[in-house]
């Protein structure tokens, strides 16, 4: 069977990345335009706004996700009441099959593209909770080796939930889920 929680789980996070953005985009037209908006112009955009937050929700991969995943259960429930009906038509199960094929082919295709940009977006989001990166820093240290002075690059990098990461290994531990790190 089909399974896609934790793509939701995921999608749930970028799709509040999506809004968050939408909303600093807006926002930002919003003062730009403000010397010559009158009030209600302004409530107009606030309106507008919130309509946008609005549709980022509806369209979000996990909602489109959800509703595949709910419309292949409905088609396989009609498929094997179908296949029970004494009086369907062989035609009618083949329709019905097809149509479950290709809901299936296209979920499928999604969490493909889901599990590619969790892929891309791995180095920017916690492991443990999937906060946001904070911040990513290259630190430069200067170490003697065999007797001369070398460069050493240390990479740090910690994330809204207080994961915080120094050349791979964990300093501070994600205080969303208080896991052990992984070792
Ligand atoms: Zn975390």
Not at 58 to 69: E, F, G, K, M, R
Not at 77 to 103: F, H, M, P, V
């Amino acid at each position: 069977m089909f399974t896609i929680s934790n793509e939701i789980i995921f999608w749930t996070q970028v799709g509040s990345i999506i809004a968050f953005i939408v909303a600093l985009f807006v926002l930002y037209r919003l003062l730009v335009d403000q010397k010559d908006a009158t009030i209600q112009l302004q409530k107009e955009n606030i309106s507008y706004l919130k309509d946008q937050l609005g549709d980022a929700k509806a369209q979000s991969p996990d909602l489109l996700a959800q509703s595949l995943t709910n419309r292949v259960n409905l088609l396989e429930g009609e498929l094997s009441r179908l296949e029970q009906d004494k009086t369907a038509t062989q035609d009618q199960i083949s329709a019905k099959e097809a149509e479950l094929t290709a809901t299936r082919t296209k979920a499928e295709a999604l969490t493909r593209q889901v599990l590619h940009a969790r892929t891309l977006l791995k180095d920017f989001l916690c492991p443990k909770c999937g906060a946001p990166l904070a911040e990513k820093a290259y630190h430069y240290e200067s170490v003697e080796y065999q007797g001369r002075e070398v460069d050493v690059d240390h990479e740090y990098m910690v994330f809204e939930c207080g994961y915080e990461v120094v050349d791979g290994e964990v300093r501070s531990l994600c205080k969303t889920t208080n896991t052990e790190p992984v070792s």
